[in-house]
């Protein structure tokens, strides 16, 4: 079975920058397609951003469109979410999850691999 563990996560400012790792413990992570999501004390995980197994399509939330970007290193194992413009309303504990179904998909229910999470927390 997959593992996939999160780092990257932390304090920063408004308007800051931070790179969020997933890394997975299998090779067979290549052929899943990865997305990230988020949740904030209170609040229902909501999905951010999708990356199809090869690379070759990525999907955002509207809310972080233009600042967030997914990517991935098939050689590495590891998915990347760079978190650029970061807001308060960024506050939340981010996952990595993996999907073997080969459509865009942005709802939890799609995902059958999950992390931990890291926390990330955006100060005004």
Known sequence: QV???ESGGGLVQAGGSLRLSCAASERTFSSYAMA???QAPGKERE?????????G????????LGRFTISRDSAKNTVYLQMNSLEPEDTAVYYCAGSRLSQVVVTSE?????GQGTQ???SS
């Open 3 to 5: 593992q996939l563990l």
């Open 36 to 38: 990230w999501f988020r």
């Open 47 to 55: 999905f951010v951003a999708y990356i199809s197994w090869r690379g």
């Open 57 to 64: 399509r990525t999907h955002y939330a509207g809310s972080v």
């Open 110 to 114: 799609g995902y059958h691999y999950w």
């Open 120 to 122: 990330v927390t955006v």
